[in-house]
Each structure stands twice: as C-alpha cells, then as structure tokens.
C-alpha cells in the first residue's frame, strides 16, 4: 500500500468514527469538528517592539497602515524640535554678546530666544506624546486581535412599539450583543 493509500484509509477511518459520534450526538456537529487555531497577539511584545522601535508593535499587530503615521509625525515633531533648538542658540548667543554691549541687552532677542526655547520644549513634549501613544496603540491593538467584529455587534434603528403608550409614530433604538 502506498503512503497516498494509507493516509486516505486512516481519513477515512477518522471521518466514520466522526459519523458514528455524530449519529449518536443527535446531530450536533459542531461537538465532533476540531476547533481552527485562534490566532492571538501578545501586547507585552507589541508594547516591547514599539518602544524599541516606534512602529514596530504595529507591525507585529499587522496594523501597517499606522506606521507611516507614526513616522511622520515622529520625524515632523524631531525636525521641528531641532529648527528651534538651533535658533534658540543662535538668539541665546547674540543675547549674550549683547549683554557684553549694555548691561540690560537686547530685549527684542531676549524675547526670540524664550520664544525659540517654548517652542522647542513644545515640540519635545509632541514627540514624548507620540512615542507613548504608539506604546499605548500597540498594547491596545494586540490586545484587541482576536476581537470578532462580525454581523451580530450592531446598532439598528427600526420603527416598532415602544413599551410606553403614546400616540403617533416613533422610532426604537435597540442594541443587539
């Protein structure tokens, strides 16, 4: 017998001992029928990835199209934060040659460099956000992977009777889990 032969018999052999148990199980099949692998997401690596690597837990989740997002936000706060930091020092440098002049300086760049300074901790600020909503978005997302979001999770709006007696026509909201 040959290997193709033999693993057809033993296929065999395995769905008539189904059928013998689904006879005697009155016809529920679902009680014999192994059930498919569930796929899960662990969050403690999905938060682990992403706070290596921004992007990477969404990756591991599968959640592509989130990286782009997370990235370019990541590199637009970092570029802005560098574009201020370095004019802060421009103005921080020129206030100090200016106190060298007059012992009040300049107060037009006194003014730029705490704006530059603002704008900069903002900006730092932005990015600390980002990188902990991306550590939170990945827990989250690996958290909810195997969520089933099917048919009957639904809101629908029908026109029915409602349990109070009032006249005319009305509209019942009923949420169905």
């Known amino acids: 017998m040959t290997v193709l032969g033999l693993v ?3 296929t065999a052999a395995v769905a008539q001992s189904i059928l013998l148990q689904d006879s005697s199980s009155h016809g529920r099949v679902q009680d014999t029928i192994p ?6 997401k662990s969050p403690a690596l999905a938060m682990g990835l992403s706070a290596m690597l921004p992007g990477a837990g969404q990756v591991y989740n ?4 989130k990286v782009p997002i997370i990235a370019g936000f990541g590199i637009y706060f970092g570029y802005e934060f560098f574009q201020n ?3 802060y020092s421009d103005y921080r440098d020129q ?5 060298l002049i007059s012992s009040v300086g300049d107060r037009r760049l006194l003014a730029l460099r705490e704006f530059y ?18 550590v939170a978005d990945a827990y989250v997302d690996a958290s909810l992977f195997d969520f089933d979001v099917g048919d009957a999770l639904a809101i629908r709006f029908a026109p029915g009777a409602g349990s109070l007696p009032a006249p005319g ?5 009923r949420l169905c889990f």
């Open 62 to 65: 599968r959640s592509y199209w």
């Open 95 to 99: 206030y100090s040659a200016s106190l």
């Open 8 to 10: 057809l018999s033993s």
């Open 169 to 173: 026509p009305r509209l019942v909201l």
């Open 35 to 40: 059930s498919s692998p569930h796929l899960t």
């Open 85 to 87: 930091h370095r004019q």
């Open 117 to 134: 300074k603002e704008q900069r901790d903002t900006f730092g600020w932005y990015f600390l956000i980002l990188y902990l909503v991306n």
